[in-house]
């Protein structure tokens, strides 16, 4: 997969980012959806993780109605002490990405943390750490959309509309088994690229692969599990412009608004309501392009259409960890950091 990839490899990579059957051949499945065979299904995906195009290939899971909080944090910093508080931040086991970002706000991370403990409390513990004296904790207020769909033969963002689907926000109503828990450690490691992944799973989540299957279904059936799927190195896959765009709103309904009519281009891959950055409310959404000028002018046509003229892009800049909290982790497991690089 070396260059630009091949029409079927694009066809592979986007459909294994919308989700992977859970299914006894889920390869199967998708190299019939993609015009080739399983065997070249999981060879081609094989080739796109060797290359560093795919990061992996997990289950994606709803972590709050798993029971977690999550938060996004802005951080405010004096640029020489950016990076050492940064490689600070990132060590935590509940701090999911952590980047910077050209703007006065110059550091951002995900936060989650598991039921029992509160995002506040986590939160300080890292500032205290890290010696963060300026800081906003961002939970989301409302949710517009979550699905990033990455097309690696795209040279500009696709400005394309639909109707999204709308996230669950209320958790679901069953409580969680030990087994269910066992179930989402499982998944959310490695997903093995072989004819029958779920018979290769099913000796380490301490069950048979039909009742894994069926717990698996359960888990999506529910929301708890969005997704088997592959998620892309964004620059690997030629991705180097990330801009996350910012609207400052008064009031929900405003918010909720532009945050509906932003979330049906296809290009953004996350809109959320959170707080504003300084005051107030806030509309943030994803953007990832090739270039910063894609990025601008999709921001230019996307604000337009959603009615809300006055926004900021804030560019990522260096990289410091980008990976999902381990949920259920047991104790003293902690996430992998990927080593520090510039986007």
Not at 50 to 62: A, E, T
Not at 118 to 143: D, F, N, Q, V
Not at 285 to 313: D, N
Request: hydrophobic share 45%; aromatic share 6%; glycine share 8%.
């Amino acid at each position: 997969m070396p260059g630009a990839p091949s029409s079927i490899e694009r066809k592979i990579l986007v459909a294994a980012q919308a989700g992977i059957p859970i299914s006894d051949r889920p390869f199967e499945s998708l190299g019939r959806a993609c015009g080739v065979s399983e065997a070249d299904a999981i060879r081609r995906l094989s080739a796109a993780i060797r290359l560093g195009i795919v990061r992996q290939v997990s289950g994606i899971f709803d972590a709050r109605s798993l029971g977690y909080a999550t938060a996004l944090v802005a951080v405010r910093l004096s640029p020489p002490r950016l990076a050492s508080a940064a490689r600070l931040v990132a060590r935590q086991a509940c701090v999911g990405h952590c980047y910077a970002r050209r703007h006065s706000w110059n550091l951002w991370f995900t936060l989650a943390v598991p039921p029992g403990r509160t995002l506040s409390h986590a939160a300080a513990g890292i500032a205290r750490r890290a010696g963060l004296s300026e800081w906003r904790l961002l939970p989301a207020m409302e949710i517009y959309k979550i699905g990033v769909r990455l097309d690696p033969g795209r040279r500009a963002p696709d400005l394309a509309e639909d109707e999204p689907a709308s996230p669950r926000l209320a958790p679901p109503r069953r409580r969680l088994s030990a087994a269910d828990r066992r179930i989402v450690r499982i998944l959310q490691g490695d997903f093995p690229l072989v004819k029958r992944p779920f018979d290769a799973l099913a000796a380490a989540a301490g069950t048979s692969a039909r009742n894994l299957l069926i717990r698996a279904r359960l888990l999506a059936a529910e929301g708890r599990l969005r997704r088997i799927a592959a998620v892309l190195a964004h620059r690997r896959a030629g991705f180097r412009a990330n801009g996350m765009i910012v609207w400052p709103v008064r009031g929900a309904a405003r918010a909720n608004a532009i945050g509906r009519a932003v979330a049906r281009f296809r290009a953004v891959t996350h809109a959320y309501r959170r707080p504003g950055l300084d005051e107030g409310l806030a509309v943030y959404a994803m953007v990832h392009g090739r270039t910063e000028a894609g990025v601008r002018r999709a921001a230019a046509r996307i604000s337009k259409a959603a009615h809300a003229p006055a926004f900021e892009i804030l560019f990522s800049g260096r990289e410091f960890k980008k990976e999902r909290v381990r949920l259920f982790a047991k104790n003293g497991s902690r996430n992998r950091s990927h080593p520090a690089d510039s986007r």
